[in-house]
């Protein structure tokens, strides 16, 4: 008569263990954008998109690539493309598919 009591208890730990977290892009506007210049001169943009996690990217004054979200314990990653975008605060690095890596600022 015991085993069912103790079951249910442990059904309900494993439900409790099975709950989702909190979504921390909750309290962010649904979209950001932002102008970078990095320190060769270059300048690019981005559109940073928190409802579904993810960035468009324009340089060069026309080339536009849509970039996903990836995991990262602060700041922000995005990828696609063979490019990457890794930053903290008002700073980033762009890294192109030839393997440059550019360090920007957020300007404007």
Known sequence: MMRLPVALS???LVLMGCSTLPD???GLPPMVSRNF?????SRFWVRFDNRNDSALMRLDDDLEIRLAGQPVASGIHYAGFG???RGKGGEVVLTRPTGDSLRCTAIG
Do not use: I, V
């Not at 210049?37 to 001169?41: A, H, L, M, V, Y």
């Open 83 to 85: 490019h990457d975008l």
């Open 37 to 41: 210049q990095c320190d060769n001169g």
């Open 10 to 12: 442990a059904g309900g």
């Open 24 to 26: 921390m892009r909750a």
